[in-house]
């Protein structure tokens, strides 16, 4: 092999490499540009200095993940440009998806609110008893209003097949950026999740 072959072949060589570790980086979160804004849900509701609780049987409160839209199967906050048309919020980016964002959320109210027993999904076998299950319908910015709106069908059933549903919505102004979207997004959620965690409190018995 030439000098000139030789050289080639190192600099392809290396160059693969170089190619093969920017696409672990990128895989692995290593690589690009970070958002500049990382969102959660945050309770808002006080936390117990401690909680301690027993339960009756069929007593506990087993919260499941809602089921969601297409568009908000993403780490993504949709924009409700217009009737057709979803965008989504530049440079916000979510720590989860929301159905799982707002499940935890709703959980760790219930927790702090009421005097329930909260069940994680993979738990539920423990107690077969109160299941809060839905749709979150909505849950992202409207142009239109200037607000965000989190909107969730519940349904509530207890052993026997008794079964209830209800309509949570609630909204909070924003100006369709990543800074205020965020923050709105989170008084909206925390107020939804109060009145799921009421409607449980003295429904569910």
């Known amino acids: 092999m030439s000098l000139l072959s030789r050289r080639f072949a190192v600099s392809l060589v290396a160059a693969t490499a170089s190619l093969s570790l920017a696409s672990c980086a990128g895989l692995l979160?290593?690589?690009?540009?970070?958002p500049p804004y990382l969102f959660t849900l945050t309770p808002e509701a006080p936390e117990p200095t401690q909680i301690v609780r027993a339960s009756s049987a069929a007593q506990a409160v087993t919260i499941g993940i809602p089921i969601t839209p297409k568009e908000l199967r993403a780490v993504r906050v949709p924009v409700q440009a217009n009737p057709v048309?979803?965008?989504?919020?530049?440079?916000?980016q979510l720590v989860d998806t929301p159905d799982r964002l707002f499940a935890d959320l709703v959980a760790e109210t219930v927790r702090r609110t009421t005097n329930r027993i909260v069940l994680d999904p993979r738990q539920?076998?423990?107690?077969?008893g109160v299941t809060v299950s839905g749709e979150l319908q909505r849950f992202g910015y409207d142009t239109a209003s200037g607000q965000v709106v989190v909107q969730y069908d519940a349904n509530m059933s207890r052993p026997g097949n008794n079964i209830q549903t209800r309509r949570f919505t609630a909204t909070a102004p924003a100006d369709g950026t990543a800074a205020t979207v965020g923050a709105a997004l989170n008084r909206a959620a925390n107020q939804v999740a109060t009145d799921v965690a009421t409607w449980i409190g003295s429904s569910a018995g």
């Open 29 to 34: 979160g290593g690589g690009g540009k970070p």
């Open 85 to 92: 048309n979803v965008q989504y919020v530049a440079n916000l």
């Open 124 to 128: 539920s076998s423990l107690d077969p």
